[in-house]
């Protein structure tokens, strides 16, 4: 997909069915531009009723994950198929709680891109380091490596159908968000890096989008960086008139 500004709402485990549909009419009735794009990322229990909700808006859908294999034995997961039989488009790979608490490995990760692309599926792939390798100033060395290991195995066509949110660790859910001069320097080193591996066209056309407490109050600030192209939300995704809020950030 060519660069695009984008506003994504990533549920995690929230919301009861009742309360996920509200908040996609809520957001359906309000959000009636395509410009930024929004996707609503729900849990997958949510995700028909909810695409049901959106029909006919200008907003779309996408999943939280999914498993690296087509089928099979693997009690609790959901395939790459499985989400393309369901019309959803878009998949969170790697945020850091899949990272932090699922054990996912950038090996593991690389395979889940492989598996949502061959479905057609755009991954919304997440990179971002600790506070820890923050402060020890390796965070560029380490998000690279994130790159190389999940992404930098597609060849160029490929690479152009990915979504990339930097999602620095200790700005999830802390309300400490990065600065918009962090966040820029990430996003610009980012983009850098698919430069070198692939070419300038495709580094121009990759929308990368920052994580890490984003809310309405600090939206705009962050989205007049130049190579912030918009936003992977947790939290104030769950609030319609925040999220909306965001949105108008551009
Ligand atoms: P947050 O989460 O907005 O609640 O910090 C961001 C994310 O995990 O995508």
Not at 43 to 56: A, C, D, N, R
Request: net charge negative.
């Amino acid at each position: 997909m060519s660069r695009t500004k984008i506003v994504a709402g990533n549920w995690k485990m929230n919301t009861s069915l009742e309360d996920g549909i509200s908040l996609a009419e809520n957001l359906a009735a309000n959000h009636t531009i395509t410009h930024p794009l929004m996707i609503v990322i729900p849990p997958f229990t949510h995700l028909m009723p909810v695409k049901s909700v959106l029909i006919g808006s200008s907003i779309q859908i996408g999943a939280q994950n999914c498993h690296q294999e087509a089928k099979g034995a693997y009690t609790g997961e959901v395939s790459a198929p499985m989400l393309k039989s369901c019309g959803i488009p878009y998949v969170i790979l790697g945020h850091s709680e899949r990272r932090q608490y699922f054990n996912e490995t950038d090996e593991l990760l690389a395979l889940k891109v492989d598996a949502a692309l061959a479905q057609d599926l755009t991954p919304i792939f997440c990179v971002g380091e600790s506070l820890e390798v923050r402060n020890e100033n390796k965070q560029n060395d380490f998000v690279l490596n994130q790159l190389t290991k999940g992404l930098f195995h597609l060849s160029s066509s490929e690479f152009s159908k990915i979504i990339i949110a930097y999602e620095p660790i200790w700005a999830i859910g802390t309300g400490v968000t990065a600065s918009p001069l962090q966040a820029q320097e990430m996003h610009e080193f980012i983009r850098t890096q698919i430069e070198v591996k692939y070419d300038l066209a495709v580094a121009a056309a990759c929308s990368i989008l920052y994580g890490g407490s984003v809310k309405g109050a600090n939206a705009r600030e962050i989205f007049s960086q130049a190579d912030v192209d918009g936003a992977l939300v947790g939290g104030a995704s769950l609030d319609a008139v925040d999220f909306l809020k965001i949105a108008s950030g551009f």
